[in-house]
């Protein structure tokens, strides 16, 4: 599935290598347009109801965006997959703001990560019923 779903998103997406694909297949950001960066594409995938794929892993991949479909997945869904990366490729090249505010289905859309990693607010209160 990885080496199926590599090949329908040549050109689609950047690929930092040209080496075979196992499990897993290695896409990044580099290249896209309008600034959009390997976050937005994965935001934008909940939007399409899919979870997003691990991003910016391999560290050593600027921008990288590591897609691991198992091998239960049917090619319908792959197919879908594709089809909304697709769609995400072509709002990156004509509306691009629209995929850099995304999600736009969840109740929250973008946090401050900066913010929320230095203002942590961490509340923990034991359950009475186990005390």
């Known amino acids: 599935n990885a080496n199926y779903l590599r090949k329908q998103l040549e050109g689609v997406l ?29 935001k934008r995938l909940i939007d399409y109801g899919f979870h997003p794929p691990t991003v910016y892993f391999p560290i050593h991949v600027k921008g990288a965006l590591m897609i691991e479909p198992t091998e239960t997945e049917s090619i319908e869904e792959l197919d879908r997959f594709i089809a909304a990366v697709g769609a995400i490729r072509t709002e990156a090249e004509h509306d ?17 990560e900066v913010s929320a990693a230095r203002n942590l607010d961490l509340r923990w209160l034991p359950d009475p019923e186990l005390a």
Not at 21 to 37: A, R
Not at 97 to 112: G, I
């Open 14 to 42: 950047p690929m930092p290598f040209d080496t075979a694909t196992l499990h897993e297949v290695v896409f990044n950001d580099e290249g896209l347009p309008n600034e959009i960066q390997t976050g937005d594409v994965a």
């Open 96 to 112: 691009p703001e629209r995929l850099k505010l995304a999600p736009h289905t969840t109740p929250v859309s973008r946090v401050d």
